[in-house]
């Protein structure tokens, strides 16, 4: 079976303070990997899509990065707002559409 | 920005009773799904629907639920019995492709609380 193994399940950081949240998974013939925010209470959003190892893709402080068994997540000088839980997901090797998640890493930026 | 959106954003039940949880997907995607996150646990895949049908559901995903696609518009999922461990945040996703080329877009959630 799939899995996606995220690390560390809880960070607090000084705002400011950067640091790398990691999601290791275990699916051969990765299809893609996925990161998603999700504040309390509400629906994962979309950040990234990652296809293939040693593909990079950034949005305002966040750097997503991919190897062949993880992808990191980079957090730069990070902001209150950035306060949410991060989760990384995967499609199974073959056939269906069904993304397995990982637990997350809650994120907590104080001012 | 077209996004996914969801109602009711909280329904309460009554054990055994029939909800039936509706979404409006984003316009021009052809693939659907639901996905369940339990309180404090991870998000977890229900089933996906293409071309009017099933292409894939879970082991949670037995025959107390159903899924459906009334109009061009609506996805709806119905539990027929609901039951206390149905509670949870049920999420809509679509995607306008397969997931190897396209990204899965979530709607905000209903929090269904069961009684």
């Known amino acids: 079976e799939d899995q996606v193994t995220q690390s560390p399940e809880a960070l607090r950081l000084q705002e400011g303070e950067s640091s790398s949240l990691n999601c290791s998974y275990t699916?051969?013939?990765?299809?893609?990997l996925f990161w998603y925010r999700q504040d309390p209470g509400k629906g994962p959003e979309f950040l990234f899509t990652?296809?293939?190892a040693g593909e990079e893709k950034e949005k305002e402080r966040l750097k997503a990065t991919l190897t062949k068994k993880e992808s990191f997540l980079h957090i730069t000088a990070p902001k209150p707002e950035d306060s949410a839980t991060y989760l990384c997901?995967?499609?199974?090797?073959?056939?269906?559409?069904?993304?397995?998640f990982g637990t997350g890493t809650r994120l907590t930026i104080i001012p | 920005e077209p996004e996914v959106t969801q109602t009711p954003s909280h329904q309460v039940t009554q054990m055994g009773q029939e909800v039936i949880l509706r979404c409006v997907p984003i316009?021009?995607?052809?693939?659907f799904y639901w996905y369940r996150q339990i309180l404090g646990q991870k998000v977890e895949f229900l089933v996906s629907f293409y071309n009017n049908e099933i292409s894939e559901k879970s082991e949670i995903f037995d025959d107390q639920f159903s899924v459906e696609r009334p109009d061009g518009s609506n996805f709806t999922l119905k539990i027929r019995s609901t039951k206390l461990e149905d509670s949870a945040m049920y999420f809509c996703?679509?995607?306008?492709?397969?997931?190897?080329?396209?990204?899965?877009?979530f709607g905000p959630g209903t929090r269904l609380t069961v009684l």
């Open positions: 990652l296809y293939s």
């Open positions: 996703a679509s995607s306008k492709d397969r997931i190897s080329t396209d990204t899965q877009y």
């Open positions: 699916v051969s013939g990765l299809r893609g």
């Open positions: 997901a995967v499609p199974p090797k073959f056939g269906n559409e069904k993304l397995t």
């Open positions: 316009s021009n995607h052809l693939y």
